[in-house]
């Protein structure tokens, strides 16, 4: 066996092949997206990459990749195999990992003394957006899984950033499936100004030396009578649903055809009835909402099993009879034959799908038969995966759960720290199966994983390709997919497979694109570094916002941004103006499932101009709700909470309105007037402004204070007592006076 020699590779350490070096060299001359299938090593060519730059340019390397795990799994193979050296003043490891647990003055002192940076994006994004460093210096970005270049992720504004700060700026995208949609691949590529593809498939001459063989095995499996029963059930509320929104005028498809695609439709013809003000789409809106929570119970009978189906189930009821829930769950838990379906699901006593035995049953043979074996087990619900632990641990085999950090419902998810516990355990044979959702999927590294089963197929080619790129990667490996005859999962399976061949077929197309024809799909000509630093006016933003689009705008425009959590309110500007945003379904959402008015009067007792920055669509349009009632919900807020409310298009909009808004508050001069309109007609008018603006204290009080102690000094004296006494006022109100009349300031 051959290596790479390289100075900055250690010796006889990365065996040489010859179409990780050519993608590499190809590489280094513009920025490329390098498609390789999974454990062909594309972490070999980021590393080859990345010595050469460090050796002939210097500077740092940054390397992003979604999840800690992939992070840390990154960071182990840079520290094993690369030579690099800290920056100059600094005898610490050149290697740092950053992942938003260590407090941000860390960070920057990380970064100043590091060469290579191996982060998540979203933690990068906000120490750039907050001014902790630059990245001026770095010679190489490396995006990992960079199919999630998309949208509104992290990925999409680091590139530009990076592509408009940096002195000497490449960028090298990585990934195994790029999509089957020609379109979206051209848009990732655009989103990271890709100037090339270098593209390799199993079947390429110098790639299948490296391939290990993967035999996949589709497994039928039957469904059980009690479940088609359940399911003729659910299926017969789905046509009543249809057959409602038929006679309302709607163009509905027979309930066998009743797709993504077609519900999709659906809501699109009662968003457009609703713009028309048409009364009937609010109720047509509650008859969509019990649609999806239909069709999503058929799909969790049909691939996840009895069980998990029981358990949502549950939840409906719960949901609809509890309060604060929408009205098509009230309305669904209400239908006798959900009723008598619901009370069917609570005397199953055990799980009637035969998935579960089925899977206890391949991993069995699969470790009896090979003993040092490793197996991921892939379910796309923390419900199914919490019942196969527990199902597989019943019957003596080590495993453990997968999941994300989100905790969800009573099911608590899996830091980070304890996902990257789980997979050193899962490595070393602690265990050895371990049970995932699609938190697994994307780029984990177990070599001696040698069987990944599907507890159900999936409809996504990238999910598909991820899923069984776990396994094969050092040596041969088996995939096992279970398809329910005759439901959704027969459906994806062909779904995925078709995709896959699709994402093939247009990365050849693509592979035939010029580099000059990639750049001509570039959004915007690189900026320069003065437009990031920052020179505009000072924001506040609350850390939970910074995912938005928002908060990019603000920081490409050039305001100075802090990012804390803040107890009320999104952005904070100056000592005065406190902004609440929402979008106009949340706020919708939150005026009827939660408590609007009280969250607003917390934001509005704190500062004393709060503005609400209601955004995108009609509000009237978001729900079954009267009108009337929006617009009352809308008086309150601005004639008794004194709260002002500003109307914008999108969150470009937005962040043009709150830089406006700093920059006016920037350039006012002198003290600001927290009383703006305190010039009154009277003595009396004066004294009663003063009394009413304590806490709680409203104008007719404040004259009932007045007429009480006569003059503004009797009530600061007055005592608690002769306070509470007075009518309407209550100890409770009396005490707030009382304090507040005898707190230092300070």
Known sequence: MSYISHPLIKPDSIESREYQLSIAMKALDANTMVILPTGLGKTAVALIVAASRLYNEGGRILMLAPTKPLVEQHLRYFEKYLLAKPQEGSSASPFVMFTGEAPPAERTEDWNRATVILATPQVVKNDLIAGRYTLNDVTLLVVDECHRAVGNYAYVFLAQRYMGTAEKPLLLAMTASPGGVQEKVQDVCSNLGIAQIENRTENDPDVRPYVFEREIEYLSVDLPPDIKAAINSINSLLEDRLALLDSLHFTVPKREKLSMKELNAINAQIQQRIRNQDPTAYSAASVYAELMKLRHAVTLAESQGSEVLKGYMAKLVAEGTGSGGSKASQRLVKDPVFQELFDRTLGWTKELHPKPEIALGIVRDQLESHPDSRIILFATYRDTVQLLVEHLTKHGISCERFVGQATKDAEKGLSQKKQIAALTRFREGEFKVLIATSVGEEGLDVPATDMVIFYEAVPSEIRSIQRRGRTGRSGAGKIVVMVTKGTSDEVFRHVSVAKEK?????????????????????????????????????????????????????????????????PHGDYAIGDRILVERKTARDFVDTLINRDLLGQVKAMA?????????????????????????IKGVLAALTVDMGVSILFTRDEQDTAQMLFVLSKREDSERGERKVHPNKSHHSQREEQEYIISAFPEIGMKNARLLLAHFGSIQGIVNGSLEKLAAVKGIGEKTAGKIFDLCRRVYG
């Open 502 to 566: 699709q994402m093939h077929k247009s990365m050849r197309t693509m592979g035939g694109f010029s580099s000059a024809a990639l750049q001509q799909s570039l959004v915007a000509e690189p900026e320069t570094l003065d437009a990031f630093t920052p020179q505009g006016p000072k924001i506040i933003i609350d850390d939970r916002e910074t995912s938005s689009k928002v908060v990019e705008v603000l920081s490409n425009m050039g305001a100075e941004i802090r990012i804390e959590r803040l």
């Open 605 to 629: 007792e704190s500062a004393p101009r709060p503005v609400i920055i209601i955004e995108g669509g009609d509000i009237y349009a978001q729900r079954d709700m009267h009108p009337n009632a």
